[in-house]
């Protein structure tokens, strides 16, 4: 049969609570204050303080040799360096904020100039289209007007073909008229001289001649060449009637003929003024686009500068984050060094004692006996 293991002999209070202490060894902060500044320590140096620090804080304040004690003012300066190095940082933040202000009252005038300017460009190019949409609708109405006359010219120069026209036809009409009065058709001829007779009265009815007179023509040009007076004077009532159409074809041709020269004098002017009315519509539309393109550039500046605007809200808060991080640390770096400091005072020691001390007090009566 085996022999029995002999039962663990338990643990007192004291040292139960000695060991809970010890979890994180009590030159821990020292350690630590060593690692937030290795980023500025050489490697070397890091290591060397790392392996010196735990035998500086086993061994009591007055046990100290001056090695040691040499590595404790070392670890001071390195807490002093870490703190200056911290504060330089939070003085630069500082001074950033500050900067930042400045930059920001700075901008908000060029803000305020570039935002009025970019307003005041607006309302000119609004100006200019709303000008250079009146002038193009000027010109449009010069074309229209111009189209207008000169389909009145045309219409004016058709009148006057047509009463020309009128006017020889008339005067064909008539040609058989001293046919007529001189009684050159042949009698066996009578239907032709019959027909130029219809001519004849159709031409005095065309002058607006008298009934009485058409009928009385026709029945003196019916007669020979034995006319008697009274035919005689007939037809020269005829003969002046139908002159004095003629002449009124004439003077109606020619008053239509000036109709024609003030239609395209009043055409010529209408032309001009469209022309005109044209080039002030260009001159207003490249103003309009200079005024759209002053605009755009204005625009893109205000844009430019809502982008920095924007900016500055990022940058503030990063400012002010990084701030607080930073004093943050300067109060947990203060927490540290006091730590540290109680090491170098040998109170570390002090305390562990005093806690040991508390955790054997709360220790049942029973347990101390043991």
């Known amino acids: 049969m085996a022999p029995k293991r ?3 002999t338990p643990a ?41 620090i735990p035998h500086i804080f086993r061994v009591t304040k007055e046990e100290r040799h001056a090695y040691q004690n040499t590595v404790i003012a070392g670890l001071t300066n390195i807490g002093d360096d870490e703190e200056a190095r911290i504060r330089a940082t939070i003085v630069a933040v500082e001074a950033e904020v500050q900067s930042l202000g400045t930059e920001k009252d700075e901008f908000s005038g060029k803000y305020e100039a570039a935002k009025a300017e970019a307003e005041t460009k607006d309302q000119s190019k609004l100006a200019r289209e709303a000008e250079s949409t009146t002038k193009q609708e000027a010109a449009a109405a010069a074309g229209k007007a111009t189209t207008e006359q000169e389909a009145k010219v045309l219409e004016a120069e058709e009148a006057v073909k047509v009463a020309v026209a009128k006017k020889q036809s008339y005067e064909n009409e008539m040609a058989g008229w001293e046919a007529l009065t001189g009684c050159t058709f042949a009698k066996k001829d009578w239907r032709l001289r019959n027909k130029a007779i219809a001519v004849i009265v159709e031409c005095l009815k065309t002058a607006s001649a008298p009934q009485s007179l058409q009928a009385a023509v026709s029945e003196a040009l019916k007669s020979g060449p ?5 035919a005689k004077l007939t037809l020269e009532h ?7 159409h003629l002449t009124r074809s004439a003077a109606s041709i020619s008053e239509l003929e000036g109709a024609v020269a003030a239609q395209r004098r009043a055409a010529e002017s209408a032309e001009e003024a469209k022309k ?15 005024a759209a393109n002053v605009w755009v550039e ?45 090491l170098v005072d040998g109170l570390a020691e002090v305390e562990e004692e005093q806690a040991v001390g508390e955790a054997l007090a709360q220790t049942p009566t029973s347990a101390k006996k043991e």
């Open 298 to 342: 204005a625009a893109d500046r205000l844009n430019v500068l809502e982008k920095t605007k924007a900016g500055f809200a990022g940058r503030e808060d990063a400012l002010s984050i990084e701030l607080t991080y930073k004093k943050d640390e300067v109060e947990a770096l203060t927490a540290l060094r006091t730590k540290v400091q109680a």
């Open 238 to 244: 005829g003969e002046t009637a139908m002159k004095d």
């Open 276 to 290: 005109v009315a044209r080039e002030e519509a260009d001159a207003g539309m490249q103003v309009s686009i200079d």
């Open 6 to 8: 002999a039962a663990a």
């Open 226 to 230: 034995e006319r008697s007076e009274f």
């Open 12 to 52: 007192s209070p004291a040292k139960a609570a000695k060991a809970a202490r010890r979890t994180v060894e009590p030159w821990q902060p020292a350690l630590d204050l060593v690692s937030k500044a290795s980023c500025t320590l050489p490697k070397s140096c890091v290591s060397m303080m790392n392996a010196a």
